[in-house]
């Protein structure tokens, strides 16, 4: 976990790292447990739905479908680090039956124009300290066909083997 926290100063200050997929996302059950290890990672976690409270994981709702602005200013007044989006809808059935469903959660182009707007934003207060955030964007192996060669060159690959795939490297 020591990558979430970009340039951390020596003084060791307390980071905050937003996490989407917190309530029931499998890969972001462990980025909490390994967060909640460090008492310097203040883990903050995004759900579509209320879950029971938790002293290592501070959580509210958030979809991937909500309005750009509303997430700017959730990012804005949070300011992290780092946001790691974990969530996503992964069931290759599930993607397949809603192709639609699988390019909002898995290609989250308005997750990219909130972070634009709340940097921006947070570059017009003449009072506040400079703020970006480092976007960690967690793919899967359903990009490649499940033929491919360690040293195989990417342009040259098939197309992904079904919709969870394609979702992913449409980002």
């Known amino acids: 976990h020591k990558y979430l926290i970009p340039e951390m100063s020596s003084d060791r200050s307390i980071c905050t790292v937003l996490c989407t997929g917190a309530r029931s996302g499998y890969l972001a059950s462990f980025i909490i447990r390994e967060a909640a290890s460090d008492a310097h990672i203040r883990l903050v976690g995004t759900t579509r739905s209320p879950v029971p409270a938790s002293p290592s994981l501070v959580t509210f ?49 308005g997750l990219l124009d909130a972070i634009e707007r709340a940097e921006a934003a947070a570059a017009a207060e003449a009072s506040s300290p400079p703020w970006t955030v480092r976007l960690v964007y967690v793919s899967t192996d359903q990009v490649y066909p499940g033929d491919v060669s360690d040293n195989a060159e990417l342009a040259a690959l098939p197309p992904p083997v079904n919709a969870y795939g394609r979702s992913k490297l449409a980002f």
């Open 61 to 109: 709702r958030y979809d991937t479908a909500d309005e750009i602005s509303a997430a700017a200013a959730t990012l804005l007044h949070l300011r992290p680090a780092t946001l790691i989006h974990a969530a996503a809808l992964s069931s290759p059935a599930s993607c397949e039956r809603d192709e639609g469903a699988a390019a909002a959660a898995n290609c989250p182009v």
